[in-house]
Nanobody
């Protein structure tokens, strides 16, 4: 399975973006999925995750209430709706599949990382 992110761009503070994560294979629907981000000079950090069937979602404290993760298994695609964007949300955003059974919040549980999509929020 390969993942390709899209939907990033430049937006003003308070604006919205919707990121997509398109998977190439049918195995997408059997795994949890996560979104992570990495800002320049910083480590990659957890943003949000969703279980294989969409029943459970997880968010970092910094995005809770502003971002919404979802998925459409029929279309092999995951989404991250980002509202109320702030300059500190500026980063490259990556999606990945949760192939292991550890914490949803740990990037060590994820593989098949996409190439990333840049999100820039101006003040």
């Amino acid at each position: 399975v390969q993942l390709v992110e899209s939907g990033g761009g430049l937006v003003q503070a308070g604006g919205s973006l919707r990121l997509s994560c398109a998977a190439s294979g049918r195995a997408f629907s059997t795994y949890g999925m996560g979104w992570f981000r990495q800002a320049p000079g910083k480590e990659r950090e957890f943003v949000a995750a969703i279980s294989w069937n969409g029943d459970s979602t997880y968010y970092s404290d910094s995005v809770k209430g502003r971002f919404t993760i979802s998925r459409d298994n029929a279309k092999n695609t995951g989404f991250l709706q980002m509202n109320g964007l702030k300059p500190e949300d500026t980063a490259v955003y990556y999606c990945a599949l949760r192939l292991y059974t550890g914490s949803y919040y740990s990037d060590a549980q994820y593989r098949r990382w996409g190439q990333g999509t840049q999100v820039t929020v101006s003040s």
